[in-house]
């Protein structure tokens, strides 16, 4: 069973399909609908329209002027008529299939531009919203004219300091030079007490 369903083919996921589908024929709507809209685009121009004219003049001027053997359709034209009657009824459901499919196309258009027009409302609001999230930091900054009292600032406290440590400097120089003149002067003065007392004493 399952080699003669292979064979023909079939498979077990899939539905069988009916004898009717067969019958019915089958097309392309997208290839169609390209037809249909380049048929109703020829028929609305203007050289559809001298061509047909043309057509009908030589059509009725042949009629009327030819042999009554080498008419084959005479006054009432009824051939003719039945030539324009099947025309109109197959140029009219195609005209309205190409503009049914022009409408889609415009549905997708309106569509697809109200998207983008959305889009663009969020992305503007976003960068109104960015925009004055940057104002507000930018205020909260500091300013030259700040900057520039704040620096002034710290040069008079650097200087101030360096001021005082200069003098503190000063001061322990001169401190050190008051030092050094006393400890060199007690060696110059002579020996200590008990060296004197020494070389004063003489044996007996």
């Given amino acids: 069973m399952t080699s003669l369903l292979r064979r023909r083919g ?3 996921d899939q539905p069988r ?4 589908a067969h019958l019915r024929p089958s097309y392309e709507p997208e290839a169609f609908g390209h037809a249909a809209e380049r048929i109703a ?6 050289r559809f329209i001298a061509a047909q004219t043309v057509v009908v003049v030589v059509w009725v001027v042949y009629n009327i002027v030819a042999p009554p053997v080498a008419r084959f359709d005479n006054y009432p034209f009824i051939f003719l008529t039945l030539a324009l009657s099947l025309q109109a ?11 049914n499919r022009q409408d889609d196309r415009d549905r997708a ?3 697809q531009d ?3 027009s959305v889009r663009l409302q969020d992305d503007t609001g976003y960068l109104a919203r960015e925009l004055a999230a940057m104002r507000v930091s930018i ?4 300013s030259r004219d700040f900057l520039r009292s704040e620096l002034k600032v710290l040069l008079a406290d650097l200087d101030s300091a360096g001021a005082g440590a200069r003098g503190e400097r000063a001061r322990r120089d001169r401190r050190e030079r ?5 400890e060199t002067a007690a060696p110059r003065g002579g020996v200590s007490g008990p060296a004197r007392s020494g070389r004063s004493r003489r044996p007996d």
């Fill in 10 to 12: 079939e498979r077990l």
């Fill in 17 to 20: 399909p009916t004898r009717r």
């Fill in 41 to 46: 685009r020829f028929l609305g121009t203007a």
């Fill in 89 to 99: 009824a197959y140029a009219a459901p195609l005209i309205l299939l190409a503009q």
């Fill in 109 to 111: 258009n309106l569509a």
């Fill in 114 to 116: 109200r998207e983008a």
């Fill in 139 to 142: 205020g909260e900054l500091a």
């Fill in 178 to 182: 008051r030092q050094r003149p006393e």
